[in-house]
C-alpha cells in the first residue's frame, strides 16, 4: 500500500532515497527518433539545479531513453542555514 513521503523520510535523521520516474505512452525523455544528445544534458543540469533548491544531495544518476533514476539524500541542515527572504 502507498504512503505519503512524509511518513517515509524521517528529516531528523535523513537516509539515501531511490526516486524513478518514468515517461509515460511510451514517449522518450532523451535519444528517442529525432532528438539529440543535448536533451540529455540538460536533464543533467536540471537535476544538478533541483539538488541545490531543495537542499539534497545526489550520489548517483542514470538517464536511460525513456526513465530516470536518482539516488538523493535530503539536507536540512543546509536549508536551516538558509534565510527566510533568500528562500523563494
Given at each position: 500500500m502507498a504512503q505519503p513521503r512524509a511518513t517515509l523520510?524521517?528529516?531528523?535523521?535523513?537516509?539515501w532515497v531511490h526516486c524513478i520516474s518514468r515517461c509515460v505512452r511510451r514517449a522518450f525523455l532523451v535519444d528517442g527518433p529525432g532528438q539529440d544528445k543535448s536533451r540529455k544534458v540538460w536533464v543533467e543540469q536540471r537535476l544538478e539545479y533541483v539538488?541545490?533548491?531543495?537542499?539534497?544531495r545526489v550520489a548517483?544518476?542514470?538517464?536511460?531513453?525513456?526513465?530516470l533514476h536518482v539516488v538523493v539524500r535530503m539536507c536540512p541542515e543546509v536549508a536551516a542555514?538558509?534565510?527566510?527572504?533568500?528562500?523563494?
Amino acid at each position: 500500500m502507498a504512503q505519503p513521503r512524509a511518513t517515509l523520510i524521517n528529516l531528523a535523521n535523513p537516509g539515501w532515497v531511490h526516486c524513478i520516474s518514468r515517461c509515460v505512452r511510451r514517449a522518450f525523455l532523451v535519444d528517442g527518433p529525432g532528438q539529440d544528445k543535448s536533451r540529455k544534458v540538460w536533464v543533467e543540469q536540471r537535476l544538478e539545479y533541483v539538488a541545490r533548491q531543495f537542499s539534497c544531495r545526489v550520489a548517483a544518476y542514470a538517464v536511460m531513453s525513456n526513465h530516470l533514476h536518482v539516488v538523493v539524500r535530503m539536507c536540512p541542515e543546509v536549508a536551516a542555514t538558509w534565510l527566510a527572504e533568500g528562500v523563494t
